[in-house]
């Protein structure tokens, strides 16, 4: 696996990031597991997301390849070796702050985002 500095931010990440677009509803989490577990085997170090991904789909919200990420890291205990991108701006709400790049929808986003304090330990 290749190497490279992530601009001017100091992190060093495969040149290979794995997309997770497909976590939660064509890969549901014991694949996305597998698929990670590989990844990372084979030298990646570079995951995206996105809070969106998955809320096209029926039953949906949008989140679910977050959450599994977020499971994944859990249980394999590897957080400090792997850069996670993720994106905001897609319509996640039905109100006038429910998409863009107000710093309202990215706060939100961030707070959506955060496991509530009692499952962080």
Known sequence: MEYCNLGRTGLCVSRMCLGSV???WQAQERTAF???DEFVAAGGSFIDTANIYSAWHPGHRG???ETIIGQWLKSR???DELVLATKVGGRMWQDAHGEGLSRKHI???VEDSAPPADRLH
Do not use: N, S, V
């Open 22 to 24: 497909q976590f939660g």
């Open 63 to 65: 989140g679910e390849a």
């Open 34 to 36: 597998r698929i990670l």
């Open 107 to 109: 706060m939100r986003a």
């Open 77 to 79: 205990g590897r957080r």
